[in-house]
Nanobody
Framework: QVQLVESGGGLVQAGGSLRLSCAAS????????MGWFRQAPGKEREFVAG??????????SYADSVKGRFTISRDNAKNTVYLQMNSPKPDDTAVYYC?????????????????WGQGTQVTVSS
């Protein structure tokens, strides 16, 4: 059974830093893209960042709102994907979800992902 477990969420001050982790179990996902999404209260789930597979260069993709502040990375040996959040803003407050894509490339739409974690809350105080 596939399971994705996010961790690292919590309360952070604006301008600080936070690192989210997502550990996958049940199978390996080294041949699939992985991504992070977020959903704030009253808003739709939105793409945050994604990373393709390592042997294709591990190319990354980011939402404009987080580009330059957030960094996605993956450790295939640990079957884990990370989201380093630097200089977070109050607008970044949301539940963050990791997901496994259906193939090599990074989908920016949520329907391009097959497996999802339960989410971790990130709250950024001003």
């Amino acid at each position: 059974q596939v399971q994705l477990v996010e961790s690292g969420g919590g309360l952070v001050q604006a301008g600080g830093s936070l690192r989210l982790s997502c550990a996958a179990s049940g199978r390996t996902f080294s041949s699939r893209a992985m991504g992070w999404f977020r959903q704030a209260p009253g808003k739709e789930r939105e793409f945050v960042a994604g990373i393709s597979i390592s042997w294709s260069g591990g190319s990354t993709s980011y939402a404009d709102s987080v580009k330059g502040r957030f960094t996605i990375s993956r450790d295939n040996a640990k079957n884990t994907v990370y989201l380093q959040m630097n200089s977070p803003k109050p607008d970044d407050t949301a539940v963050y979800y990791c997901a496994v894509g259906g193939g090599i490339a990074v989908p920016r739409g949520q329907y391009g992902y097959d497996y999802w974690g339960q989410g971790t809350q990130v709250t950024v105080s001003s």
